[in-house]
C-alpha cells in the first residue's frame, strides 16, 4: 500500500450511508501513512509544502507593495494602514479558526469517524462564510474610523478606504481558501493549497501591476486596482477548490448536511482559543514597539529592523507546526497516545533547533541582518544590541511555538493561550511597567527574551505532564 500523504481515494472515505468507522476496511492510504509511517519522514513531507506556499506568500506581498509604491507616498501610506488588518484577518483564518479545522478533521480521520470528518467540511465552509461576512461589513462600515484612528488622513485615508473596500469585499474568498486548506491539512493533503497558492502567485504578479497601472489604451484603477486583484484572485482560486472538495478527490466530500453543534464546538473549541493566541502575538508586538519608542527614533528603527527576523521565522514554524498538528491531531483520535507525544517532541525540538541556529548566528553576527537595511551607526547598534539579547533564546520561541500547534492536535489549545499571556504580561506589561520607572533599553530588551523563556517553560511542563493531550473520541 502506497503511504503517500497527498492523497486518499474518495470511495474509501465517502462513507454515505455507512458506518462511522473504516476500521472493518483497509486503512485509506493518507491515514495509514499518518498513523503508521516514519514521523520524520511523514512530517517533512507534510511541512515542506506548506513553508513554500507562506514563503511565495510573502514574495507575493513584498511585490504588491513594490507596486503600490510607485503610486505615492499617499498610496503607500493607505495599503501600510490596512496591511494590519489584512494580516490580523489572515492568521485568524489560517492559524486560529483553520487550526481548529485541521484539529477537528484529523482527530475525525484518526478515529475513524468518516461521516463526522466529511460533515466536518460543510461545517466549516459555513464558518468560512460567516467570519468572512463579519469582515467584510465591519470594515466597510467601521473603516472609516479604524484607519483614522490608524493615523490616515487626507489622501492616505481615501487611498486606505479604495484599497480597504476592494481587498474586504473578498474577504468570504480569503476565509473559503484558509478552512478548505486547514481542511486538506487535517487529512495530510498539503499539495493541493501549495498548487492553489503557486497558480495565484502566478496570477497575481502580472495582474496587480495591470489593474493597478493599466496598459496601453486600458486604464488602470490605481491602489484600488491591488485590492481588485486580491479579491478576484482569491474568488476564482475558492471555485476552484470548492469544486475540487465537491468531487471528492481530496478524500473527504463537501456536501450539504444538518448542521449539528458539537462539529462547531468540535471546530471552534481550539479555534477561537488559538486565534485569541494569534491576537496575543500581535498585540505583544504592538505594546513592545510602543515601549522601545521611548528611547526615541533610531532605537524604534532598530528594533524595528531585528523583529522583522521574529516575523520571518512564522513561515518556517507555521508548515512545521501545521505538519505537527495533523500528526498529532490523526494519533490522538486513534487512541495512540505515545505516537502524538513522540510527534510533538520531534517537531519542537527541530523547530527549536532550526530557530536557536538562526538565532546564534544574528546574535554572533547581527551586522550581517542589520546592514541590509540601514547605515546610520545609532540604529544599527541598537539593531544589534536586540539581536544579541533575544536570539540567543529564538529556540525557546520556536520550542513554544510547535508545542503550541501539538496542543491544537490534542485537543488543549488552552495551554498555548496561557503560554501567550505569560509572555504578553512578562513582555509587554512589565517592560512597560519598567520602562515607565527608568529602566534601560537593554532591560526591556532583557524582559522580552525572559518572556520567551517564560512561556516556553509553561508549555514544556504542560507538554511533559500530559495537559495538552487528551484522548481522541472513540
Not at 505538519?323 to 510533538?344: E, K
Not at 541598537?382 to 500547534?405: E, S
Amino acid at each position: 500500500m502506497t503511504t503517500d500523504i497527498g492523497t486518499a481515494p474518495a470511495e474509501t472515505l465517502s462513507g454515505a450511508g455507512e458506518s462511522d468507522r473504516v476500521e472493518a476496511k483497509p486503512a485509506p492510504p493518507a491515514r495509514h501513512a499518518l498513523l503508521h509511517g516514519p514521523l520524520l519522514p511523514t512530517m517533512l513531507r507534510l511541512a515542506l509544502p506548506t513553508i513554500v506556499v507562506l514563503v511565495i506568500q510573502t514574495a507575493v506581498g513584498v511585490a504588491e507593495t513594490y507596486y503600490v509604491s510607485a503610486l505615492g507616498t499617499d498610496a503607500l501610506v493607505g495599503a501600510a494602514l490596512v496591511l494590519p488588518v489584512s494580516m490580523l484577518m489572515t492568521m485568524v483564518a489560517a492559524g486560529g479558526i483553520g487550526g481548529g479545522v485541521a484539529a477537528a478533521v484529523s482527530r475525525a480521520m484518526g478515529a475513524g469517524r468518516v461521516r463526522d470528518a466529511n460533515a466536518l467540511v460543510f461545517h466549516a465552509l459555513v464558518l468560512a462564510i460567516a467570519f468572512g461576512l463579519v469582515f467584510t461589513l465591519a470594515l466597510r462600515l467601521g473603516g472609516p474610523a479604524l484607519y483614522r484612528t490608524l493615523g490616515g488622513t487626507g489622501g492616505a485615508l481615501d487611498a486606505a478606504l479604495s484599497y480597504s473596500g476592494w481587498l474586504f469585499a473578498g474577504a468570504i474568498p480569503v476565509w473559503i481558501i484558509n478552512l478548505m486548506s486547514a481542511v486538506l491539512r487535517g487529512i495530510g493533503n498539503v499539495r493541493v493549497p501549495a498548487l492553489v497558492t503557486l497558480v495565484g502567485a502566478a496570477v497575481m504578479i502580472p495582474l496587480s501591476p495591470f489593474l493597478i497601472f493599466g496598459i496601453g489604451p486600458i486604464h488602470g484603477f490605481g491602489v484600488a486596482g491591488a485590492g481588485m486583484a486580491v479579491s478576484g484572485y482569491y474568488t476564482v482560486a475558492a471555485l476552484g477548490l470548492l469544486a475540487y472538495m465537491v468531487r471528492g478527490r481530496s478524500g473527504l466530500v463537501l456536501r450539504r448536511v444538518p448542521l449539528e453543534g458539537r462539529l462547531f464546538r468540535d471546530i471552534l473549541g481550539v479555534g477561537v482559543v488559538s486565534a485569541l493566541s494569534a491576537l496575543q502575538l500581535n498585540l505583544i508586538t504592538l505594546l513592545v514597539t510602543g515601549a522601545v519608542g521611548r528611547f526615541g527614533t533610531e532605537a524604534l528603527a532598530g528594533f524595528g529592523m531585528g523583529s522583522r527576523l521574529d516575523y520571518l521565522l512564522i513561515p518556517l514554524l507555521f508548515g512545521l507546526g501545521t505538519a505537527v498538528l495533523t500528526l498529532v491531531g490523526t494519533a490522538m483520535g486513534a487512541g495512540d497516545g505515545p505516537r502524538a507525544r513522540r510527534a510533538a517532541w520531534i517537531g519542537a525540538l527541530m523547530g527549536a533547533g532550526v530557530t536557536e541556529a538562526i538565532g546564534l548566528g544574528v546574535a554572533l553576527w547581527p551586522s550581517a541582518w542589520v546592514d541590509l537595511f540601514s547605515h546610520d551607526p545609532a540604529v544599527l547598534a541598537h539593531g544589534a544590541h536586540y539581536l544579541r539579547t533575544v536570539g540567543p533564546i529564538y529556540g525557546a520561541v520556536g520550542l513554544t511555538f510547535i508545542l503550541g500547534f501539538a496542543s491544537q492536535g490534542g485537543g488543549r489549545p488552552l495551554w498555548a493561550f496561557l503560554a501567550g499571556t505569560v509572555r504578553l504580561i512578562v513582555a509587554a506589561g512589565v517592560g512597560w511597567l519598567a520602562v515607565g520607572l527608568g529602566a534601560s533599553l537593554g532591560t526591556l530588551f532583557a524582559l522580552v527574551a525572559a518572556a520567551s523563556i517564560a512561556s516556553a517553560a509553561l508549555c514544556i511542563t504542560a507538554a511533559l505532564t500530559g495537559a495538552i493531550w487528551r484522548p481522541g473520541r472513540e
